[in-house]
């Protein structure tokens, strides 16, 4: 996906189109997660749905649970909705990072053969 380190850096357009491709994959992977999230508390939980992607997104940026799981079925859920959050936000994280950590690297190596 990326050049070898004997390629001259990426153009500036074509730099953008990459990190416009690296932000369209984070936001499918974040939207997906919590969809997930929504469809989990709503029908694991019982939530109504507005309720449900409150959780979700709760959930999913860190901030912590608002509602209270009573059955062991949604706390199950919640657990396990809270450890693919935190995967899904480093991944993303990742993706974004990863075409700018590689353009960094790839000046300083560029002309070194």
């Known amino acids: 996906m990326f050049e070898s380190r004997k390629e001259k850096v990426l ?3 074509r730099f953008l189109r990459r990190m416009a491709v690296s932000l369209g994959l984070a936001a ?3 939207g997906s ?3 997930i999230g929504l469809l989990g508390y709503h029908f694991i939980a ?3 749905w ?3 992607f409150l959780e979700a997104s709760m959930i999913a940026t860190g901030m912590g649970p608002v509602a209270t799981m009573s059955t062991n079925p949604a706390k199950i ?3 396990c909705y809270a450890l693919l959050s935190g ?3 480093l991944t993303a994280l990742t993706f974004l ?3 700018v950590m590689h353009r960094v690297l790839h000046k300083f190596h560029v002309g070194d053969n």
């Open 11 to 13: 153009p500036r357009p």
């Open 87 to 89: 995967f899904v936000f």
């Open 33 to 35: 997660g919590l969809g």
């Open 77 to 79: 859920f919640a657990a």
């Open 46 to 48: 019982r939530l109504e």
């Open 50 to 52: 507005t309720d449900a």
């Open 97 to 99: 990072l990863a075409p």
């Open 28 to 30: 499918a992977l974040v």
